[in-house]
């Protein structure tokens, strides 16, 4: 039993940042990998970033350098930087765990990040 929850979803302008935050409950040890995910409208949805329980992280091309994945294992959480926003950037943004290699299994309800003047 994995329980996730995002926060720090918003309104910003262009240029600007956002940190999303993924908190995890129950059997967090069983977790492989975490992931944000996030889909647009008319969009399909798409993994942003990833870091597994090594800490390797992978990244979309399109915010590679903007967008920073990270964890802190002693607080259970997991976050995304977002700096240098873009309109292209507005979507629900997901938090996904792995509990099995390759495979996201257990997801968040999403927040909302908006991009726009």
């Known amino acids: 039993q994995v329980q996730l929850v995002e926060s720090g979803g918003g309104l910003v302008q262009p240029g600007g940042s956002l940190r999303l935050s993924c908190a995890a409950s129950?059997?967090?040890?069983?977790?492989?990998?975490m992931g944000w995910y996030r889909q647009a409208p008319g969009k399909q949805r798409e993994l942003v970033a990833a870091i597994t329980s090594g800490g390797l992280t992978t990244y979309t091309d399109s915010v590679k350098g903007r967008f920073t994945i990270s964890r802190d294992n002693a607080k259970n959480t997991v976050y995304l930087q977002m700096n240098n926003l873009n309109p292209e950037d507005t979507a629900v943004y997901y938090c996904?765990?792995?509990?099995?290699?390759?495979?996201?299994?257990?997801w968040g309800p999403g927040t909302q990040v908006t991009v726009s003047s």
């Open positions: 129950g059997n967090i040890f069983s977790i492989h990998a």
């Open positions: 996904a765990a792995s509990r099995t290699p390759g495979k996201y299994d257990t």
